[in-house]
């Protein structure tokens, strides 16, 4: 039996919803990448890159192109915040220091993701077999890629575009016969008020204010 084969298994059925391995197994790596995010521990990158590898078997079996698409960008966009989180700014306490956007660089954000969610959208219209539902698939796609990229910047935002992309994925993953998805979607959203509250608090902390690491060439590019 292939990976693969196995990943999409049926793990459990519970309430006539049949539950993949590659849907919980993906959705739990994901939580535990959240968790370590709000905690800025360096982890949550390597987590997130195992969790898109898995997730791409359970997108890939619902026919959600969108969904396998976004897994792929997780795993691209992980091993890059993970190298500029390493290179970065750090704070007092040796983590990664985090701000605000600045209101130009949120402007840019939400235009990127509405352009990109119009790209996107287009796409699967011109190729119906990539989603079967479009709009959606193509909203969470770009919006979890400006997710983390807010994410890489440290930008206390990026829990602001997870809650937006939340509101979405929980209805398309029950529909699209991802039921554990659409579960940790909503856990997703708590952790998301939660963390989003404590990067709130931690920004008007004395010690907010980052040193940048010496030896880092790429921390020069972290400061908007």
Known sequence: MSALHWLNGEAFTAFDQHVMWSDMIGNLLGLGALALGWRR????????????VVLVAAFWSAHLGGGV??????????????FRWRGGRTDDAGRVAIRFATWRERAVLV???GAGTAAVAGLFLA?????????????IFTGT???????????????????????VGVPL??????????LVYIVYFVLVIAGMYAWWQQTRRPDAGARVRPSSTVAEGVTA
Not at 69 to 82: L, N, P, R, S
């Open 111 to 113: 235009v990127a993701t």
């Open 127 to 139: 190729y119906p077999s990539l989603s079967w539902n479009p709009w959606p698939d193509a909203y």
């Open 69 to 82: 698409g976004k897994q792929f960008v997780v795993v691209t966009v992980a091993v890059w915040g993970w």
């Open 41 to 52: 521990a360096m982890l949550t990158w390597p987590v997130q890159l195992l969790s898109g």
């Open 145 to 167: 890629l400006a997710a983390m990229y807010a994410q890489a910047r440290g930008w206390v935002e990026f829990w602001f575009a997870w809650l937006a992309v939340d509101l």
């Open 173 to 182: 993953n029950f529909h699209s016969g991802l039921p554990f998805s659409g």
